[in-house]
């Protein structure tokens, strides 16, 4: 059986759960938006077992009977928080029920897209930038900084930039301008990540497994994600990489414990290939429309397969663990 931890509401989440529907793989949907009010979990660890279920309104699933799980956690605004207790006492409890599930998730034997350990190299993109460059991507000349005179040094060493924020909070990717520049003295508040520009066309790939589904994005706007708001075309189609850009996108993929991951890449008119960064949880259902990869089965087939996830990607799984429960009510 496979377990869907996200929500409904949740337009990934629904293509993954429509998907499963067409193949007819059985799994259950632990409904996040309803978490932990109608779905719980309990799970147990002594001498170095294992044991425990996921439970919703009407079915209980025991952990050692999951073949794979999916995992997309929702924003605030996708939760419904007890309405009987102050705002931020709900927040609280919603975050100790999620600290519980994302522990429970992650010692689970089986394939678990993604592990939380995966993803953390996001929340520090200056980071995830080293372990990019480590597996073998080229990566664009990077700064971090809040000294303004820092900025203008970069920027007349390297002339174009682009900025935007150096965690994992979602930002739009804007070029550097001289309106912009003016502004540096808020710099003082608080650092923010700039690169030189890389001219060229974005190529998003998204792993499953050892499989890669590439997309050429060709668009005129700097963040293509956003290219209605500057009015810009967007067009994408598959597309192919070079031999020694895929085995670095899955080496990258493996290195950081991720069985799904969106790698943003451009290639340069020269044909040189540069790594922005790795997104853990990414929303492939825009690329899966535009161009028909099956992404999406893709997952459902992996999910099925039930296979192990490596050590790397597993855990704490190997050595015992002292007798503890983890819990949230049911």
């Not at 519980?100 to 689970?108: K, R």
């Not at 050892?210 to 209605?228: I, K, M, N, P």
Request: charge should be negative; charged fraction near 20%; include cysteine.
């Amino acid at each position: 059986m496979i377990l869907i931890a996200g929500g409904i509401a949740d337009k990934v989440t629904e293509l993954v759960c429509a998907r499963l529907d067409a193949c007819g793989y059985r799994y259950r949907l632990f409904d996040l938006g309803r978490y932990p009010d109608g779905y719980g979990l309990t799970m147990r660890w002594a001498d170095g077992a294992r044991g425990g279920a996921f439970t919703g309104p009407d079915w209980r699933l025991e952990s050692e009977a999951i073949s794979g799980a999916y995992v997309r956690f929702l924003g605030p605004e996708g939760r419904v928080l007890d309405p009987a207790l102050p705002e931020a006492q709900a927040r609280e409890l919603q975050l100790e029920a999620d600290t519980a599930l994302m522990f429970a998730l992650d010692d689970l034997p089986c394939a678990v897209v993604n592990r939380m350990g995966g993803g953390m190299s996001n929340n520090s993109k200056p980071h995830q930038l080293l372990l990019i460059a480590r597996a073998g991507l080229r990566v664009p000349p990077t700064l971090v900084t809040n000294d303004p005179a820092a900025v203008a040094a970069f920027r007349a060493e390297h002339g174009a930039l682009i900025y935007k924020s150096a965690s994992g909070i979602r930002s739009i990717v804007r070029q550097l301008d001289d309106g912009h520049a003016a502004r540096l003295g808020l710099l003082r508040h608080g650092p923010a990540q700039f690169q030189a520009f890389i001219p060229g066309c974005n190529v998003r790939v998204h792993t499953v497994g050892e499989q890669l589904f590439a997309t050429r994005v060709r668009s005129e706007a700097t963040d293509y994600r956003y290219a209605g708001r500057e009015g810009a075309a967007i067009e994408m189609e598959p597309a192919e990489l070079p031999d020694d850009v895929a085995a670095a996108c899955r080496r990258v993929a493996r290195d950081l414990g991720l069985l799904h991951a969106g790698i943003d890449l451009k290639e340069t008119p020269d044909g040189a290939w540069y790594c922005f960064e790795v997104n853990p949880c990414p929303g492939f259902l825009f690329y899966e429309r535009h161009t028909g990869q099956p992404i999406s089965l893709a997952l459902a087939e992996l999910l099925r397969a039930g296979a192990a996830a490596p050590c790397g990607e597993r855990g704490a799984m190997a050595p015992a663990r002292p007798a503890l429960t983890a819990s949230a009510p049911a």
